[in-house]
Each structure stands twice: as C-alpha cells, then as structure tokens.
C-alpha cells in the first residue's frame, strides 16, 4: 500500500476501508479482504498477564475504524506462541505450532464470538478444521498425525 498525498498510513488506512473498498462493494458486489495486524501492544507483558493475547478489534494496528466497515472480521490466533498449554480443550503441548484459533470478532450477520479451530502447516499454508476437543477418538487420531509430521515420521 502506498500512502496517498501528504496522509498518514493511519489516514491512507481508513480512506482504502471507508472509500474504496466500500465502493468496490456496492458497485461490484464483492467483498474485498483487508489483512491487518494487531499491535504490539496486544503482546506486552500486561496483556500476557491478564492472559489478554488473542485478536480484539481494540487492538487492530494503525487504525480501529477499518472493523466498522467490514461485514465480517476475523482474529487467528495461536496459543502456541503464548506457551499456553491448553485451549478451548485442546492440548497444546501435542499440537505445538499446528494449530490456529479462528474466531469472529464481529459480523453484520451474527455469530460473533464463534471460534474454529484449525489444523495449520505453515511450510505450505495448508489449514484444515480440527475435531471437536470433546472427540476423544478423533481428537487422539489428529493428535497421533500431527505427532508424526512433527517428528518428521509421516510417511
């Protein structure tokens, strides 16, 4: 992206949100996806304390007024990075860097709060939804998987 006139990125930001993208979709009838990060600040040793770490709309990098104009809005997570040894269920310490929380921070059309969790490889940027936490067998059989991919045994 590349900052328009004499704006701030912050400004070029809500001006590609508010203007364009919404223009893009009244005229075309598509939804453009807009990719933003979360700040740093999300990740500081107070957030962390307060087990505070996941995506919030109140910690969207740069400008917070893109969440306004979208239809849906969605935070990924990993607790894995957090050293959180369990999450929504989930075992952690199996999965390790395998794993991604989904979550809908916001929707015009309901079902805010709703999470997915997702197998993740990242050597390929391949996801694929998980098991129910509360699958034990099928649970057991993705944990065993991500074990051998882990431990480079999959064959």
């Known amino acids: 992206m590349q900052i328009e006139h004499n704006n701030t990125i912050q400004q070029t930001i809500n001006d590609l949100s508010s203007k364009y993208f919404i223009q893009l979709r ?3 009838k598509q939804i453009p ?6 700040s740093f600040q999300g990740e500081n040793l107070e957030s962390i ?20 104009d979208a239809n849906v ?12 040894p369990d ?20 929707s015009r059309d ?4 709703s ?3 997702l197998y993740f490889n990242g050597a390929v940027n391949y996801f694929k ?3 129910k936490a509360n699958d034990t067998i099928e649970i057991n059989k993705t944990y065993e998987i991500i074990q051998k991919h882990i431990n480079n045994e999959y064959k």
Do not use: W
Not at 33 to 38: A, G, N, P, R
């Open 33 to 38: 996806v807009l990719v933003q990060q979360q």
């Open 26 to 28: 009244n005229k075309y």
């Open 115 to 117: 999470i997915c969790p």
């Open 110 to 113: 309901g079902g805010s709060g």
């Open 73 to 84: 809005t969605f935070g990924i997570f990993s607790p894995f990075k957090f050293q959180i």
């Open 129 to 131: 939804e998980l098991p």
């Open 87 to 106: 999450y929504h269920g989930y075992n952690i310490k199996i999965l390790k860097d395998q794993v991604r929380f989904l979550e809908i921070l916001a």
């Open 49 to 68: 304390k307060s087990n505070a770490m996941k995506p919030s709309l109140a910690n969207l990098a740069e400008s917070k007024l893109t969440a306004r």
